[in-house]
């Protein structure tokens, strides 16, 4: 504790379900305003670090509802905890990219992010906080588990009794004696993007009256991000940007970018007078979806495309050491990486499995199938990013979205793939089928016409610590190609989450064009039937299909 600081020791007791997930501590809206709910996690972070009194944080959200409140109780907590300097952004707006940036632009210890992602928002909405490290990245595992332990075992908490801070005037103000430092959320990550991309050629094309093009923020972060940089210093015409304004419950939608939650963006590209490009990002900012004319790019497409391209783009341009992509995600990046001669790695679900990697120079793209890409920029995914980078190979290109897709596909193949959930499922159920899936003897078993010659619990050791995750996910290899795995989410906040993940390869460029659904549906009828998922469940389809 800081001795010159009147800080109040308050006694608590623990909570038993504060271990962060795939993303941190994700929750209700009333879980996290239970008496001392947030407070205990937030001490348990700052229990779990170490030298950080004297230091600089960076706290900020997406603006959802409770976001205000809670960006109070972590001022004050940090304040009693020691910590020298707050960068928050204005209103308490910060996107999970800008955060990001923040820490490693400003060398500062670390920064919390508040946010349930693609999660509703609201008061019965879903609320979060992430810890992030002094290299911008999400805190790992070793750290996760270090704050679930001393959530564990907690008795107090350390704060100050002061009145609310003011984050809607810029500039610096003083808490007992902290620093608090309220900055735009935008200048710097948009400074960062400026040195990475053709902002030159990009603005050309979002002015030619040739190329139509729609963002859609979702009423969450990323609207304030886009604007100031597709509109305001790109030229793209207003209106370019929709649903820009964050609201604390995104106008009572669901903020994430897919094919089921932006549909309106979706119909806006098909037919003869569709948008050029489409393109969403989610709740707090690391999301995206990238649609061309009557097309969708699927994200593990993305990377794959993103990896082949890198020579256009400036900050990427003759640098790509590798690419990483977490294991559901399909192998279209591999074989970018293969036929680049760089290197190619398959992490566990969850960004905080590419900081390593990241910092270690080893790669310079990571992508999930889950509506995530990023680079060595910052050590999150950046949805903002990933749009800039399409629009950049537009341009330079001069390819609509579709042609790319198609030259991409012909040149490594298709990976077809989709991704099938069964929400809301009972927690013990749910576990009963992963655990029978794990115990099931499949290898070399005949399913629907194809061997299988993989079947394991996915475990990876990560090349630069040593450190070990087990029990990541159920792979079911096929002779041709083919691939199902199966997982529970980890950020579902309440019931179990099944996914599927589905995919099938098509190298002949005549048969890459055929609807993806039917090209997986003996793959699906062969997931349903080792997993029994609809018997068990009583389900009889998924709940959202991607
Ligand atoms: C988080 C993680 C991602 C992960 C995703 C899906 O995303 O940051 O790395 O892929 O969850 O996780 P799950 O399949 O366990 O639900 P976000 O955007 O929610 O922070």
Redesign the pocket.
Known sequence: MHESRAATVISTTPFDDQKP????LRKSVPAFRKPHYVENFVQSVFDSLSDHAGKTLVVGGDGRFFNAEAIQIILRMACANGIARVLVGRGGLLS?PAVSNLIRKHRAYGGFVL?????PGGPDGDFGI?YNISNGG?APESLTEAIYANSRRIARYLTVETPDVDLGKLGPQSLEGMTIEVIDPVTDYAALMEQLFDFGAIGALLRSPGFRMRFDAMHAITGPYAKAILEDRLGAPAGTVVNAVPLPDFGGHHPDPNLVHAAELVAATQGPDGLDFGAAS?G?G??NMILGRDCFVTPSDSLAIIAAHADLVPGYAGRLAGVAR?MPTSRAADRVAEALGVAAFETP????FFGNLLDAGKVTFCG?????TGSDHVRE?DGLWAVLYWLNVLAKTGKPVRDLLAEHWRTYGRDYYSRHDYEGLDKAAAETLMADLRAADLEGKSLAGRTVILHDDFAYTDPVNGEHTAGQGVRIGFDDGARVVF??????TSGA?L?IYLEHYEPDPARQHAETQAVLADLIAVAKAVSGVEARTGRTAPDVVT
């Open positions: 997930g795939t993303s941190g999970t946010s349930a992602s693609h999660n992430k999400p989610d707090d690391d999301r977490s679900t969850g960004w905080k999930e199938e889950s509506f995530g995914k997982r529970l989410s980890g950020t579902g989450t996914r």
